[in-house]
């Protein structure tokens, strides 16, 4: 992946503290004239996205992916009767988590590279209480054990054995997540045992016909954000994690601050992609608080991502992150490191929305 130069040297001027001018401003205020001509190409898709923010009415909920459209749909069924976020995203992350399409969350999750499918997820309220599972198996919602692992224990996180044994004791049921595609899939990398994470490549296993990313079938990791009707918000985060990981390896998605972070003064975030990434930044805290230094939620996840890439300890340099974040007014905003990642928006006034988050590249 090559970088526009524009980007770079931006990451590399950035001031860690501070809230910088962002391009826009430094359009409006002729300063920065110079800088702005490299790379134009990219800015001026940049200004024309941020010139249309992202506003949605009270309730709202949005969610990575295409796919996300049906996980919103579950929560809008309880927003709309005037329920709370909680209960929403718990309601919509259980979606993708059933269906047996999907092979990067829940039920028919790809294993990891012994075979053993294993699930992490996390969630957290309005109050800013959270629960989350990882390495989790045999249990196809892992959503509803992180929930109850936040009300039920004096605990966040639980992994691995621990986690199936206190999913089991609380009556969840215990099945074989590995599908007969699933297997066939883990087969067929174990020809070569190559691991290497493929920017979207969840997008490709969907389904055989699916497209492109950003596509009607297109999936990965769910992130979803809720707004309620009182203005609370919560937010859920659930997945099989990469494909043929090292077992015992957890991504970002059940680590609170990383996958997923909700602060119901300010907004709430979440990612996805190559979780590593995620983690050394605690990226969906970082969102958070830069929205609480007054940025949008577009400009928030842009800089997230930018401070991903000034890091330049990354193993892959074709890896794909993208964050997805909403505040306290209900201004949704995306950004990702490479074109491929959709978001899907839905309030009173239209529940299908899917949207094409801005990228570097
Ligand atoms: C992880 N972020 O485990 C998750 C997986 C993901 O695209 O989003 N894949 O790192």
Redesign the pocket.
Known sequence: MVYPASMLSECAMSKPQAPSLDRRQLITAGAGAAALAAGARAEARTAQAAAQPVKLSTPCVVSTWDFGVAANAAAWAVLAKGGAALDAVEAGARVPEADLKNH?VGRAGYPDRDGHVTL?ASIMDQKGDCGAVAGLEHIAHPISVARRVMERTPHVLLVGDGALQFALEQGFPREELLTPESRKAWKAWLKEKKYKPVANS?VRTYDRDLGMPGGKKNH??LGMLALDARADLSGACT?S??AWKMRGRV???PIIGA?LYVDNDVGAAT?????EE?IRNVGSFLVVELMRQGRSPRDACREAVQRILRRNVTRDPDFQVGFLAVNKAGEAGAWAVQKGFSYACCDATSQTRILQSESFS
């Open positions: 990067s992490d969840e990965d990791t997945t994690g990469m991504g970002d998605s996958g990612s996805t992609g190559v979780g995620v």
